[in-house]
């Protein structure tokens, strides 16, 4: 098959019916694949296989702690691996398919490899709406362990060539249908007995799950790493990244936002929704540019800006 294949760097190919069908083969025969989604690109391995789970994590060279989340078709492939209550099923019912991911109670019966959980009692699901993701779902008849394409830690991808430049010759197949609408990861919300708790903002908002379930959130509180996207450097460029600057620096490329025009600006009209899908690609941008720094316009903290605030804040720890 066609597809672009840079020294060093996994194969590239145009996303159509053929690069889904040998995606769908590379997969069944346990191997790692990177697809997008809606929120960012993944790579993905079948979440029962134990040998390719362990292919992503050494792709990435992400901590064993750090749950995966599995992708699946529909709610009730979803409900073979976890037990929904009344509150996951207002949920998935308002926002399936789409981003957001619920973590539930496992069930026993799911034979989900033990690496995805990370030996947790839970398991972080979602049902994606992107239809490449979907179509390599049906066509592989998987459920996928899919975490972001990029090394760990490092700047989320929301192209094809950001995962190539990641990752490298350690993903041998890279499926590529443009950049990602909604730019960042999925919201994850933990359900609990007495509540729900938001463990990583997103493009679903707390707004949003608030009205679905009609209560507010439990108390922020200190968990156990039990998604991704909970550590407290995560979505990092190599350089230094200061927030929330009007006027940056010489030595710092400046990511704008509104009317802090910058050397690149986020969303000149000042929607966070426009700011969110460029978010990432920006930073991969900065982070090639010949400055030294980077810089970041202030943000509202409300709506999606939570989930850019989250990302930001966690890229600049050093």
């Not at 600057?245 to 426009?274: K, R, Y």
């Not at 850019?308 to 600049?316: E, S």
């Amino acid at each position: 098959m066609a597809g672009s294949n840079p020294q060093g760097k996994g194969r590239i190919i145009p996303s159509d019916a053929l690069a889904v069908a040998e995606a769908a083969a590379q997969l069944q025969m346990g191997g790692i694949v990177a697809v997008p989604t809606e929120t960012v690109y993944g790579l993905a391995a079948d979440a029962r296989n134990a040998t390719a789970v362990a292919k992503i994590y050494a792709a990435k060279g992400r901590p064993d702690f750090n749950p995966l989340i599995v992708h699946v078709p529909d709610r009730e492939t979803a409900a073979t691996l976890a037990v929904f209550d009344d509150a996951a099923n207002r949920l998935a019912d308002q926002f399936w398919p789409g981003p957001l991911t619920l973590v539930l109670p496992l069930k026993a019966s799911a034979g989900i490899a033990a690496a995805v959980t990370a030996g947790l009692p839970t398991i972080a699901i979602r049902c994606p709406a992107h239809p490449v993701m979907r179509a390599l779902l049906l066509a592989s008849g998987l459920v996928l362990a899919a975490p972001s394409a990029n090394r760990s830690g490092g700047i989320s991808p929301t192209l094809a060539g950001h995962v190539a430049d990641s990752l490298g010759d350690a993903v041998p197949l890279i499926i590529d249908a443009g950049a990602c609408r909604a730019g960042l990861e999925s919201t994850i919300v933990a359900l609990r007995p007495n509540g729900w708790q938001i463990l990583r903002p997103g493009p679903v908002t707390a707004e949003q799950i608030e009205q679905a379930l009609g209560s507010p959130p439990l108390s922020a509180e200190s968990v156990t790493i039990e998604a991704p996207g909970q550590l407290a450097s995560h979505y990092a460029p190599a350089k230094a990244v200061r927030l929330n600057v009007i006027s940056a620096e010489p030595q710092e490329w400046h990511i704008g936002f509104g009317a802090v025009h910058g050397d690149f600006n986020l969303s000149t009209s000042g929607d966070l929704s426009e700011a969110a899908a460029n978010l990432f690609a920006a930073l991969h941008i900065a982070d090639a540019s010949d400055r030294t720094a980077i810089a970041v316009a202030p943000i509202q903290n409300e709506g999606i800006g939570a989930a850019i605030n989250d990302r930001l804040q966690r890229a600049a720890v050093r």
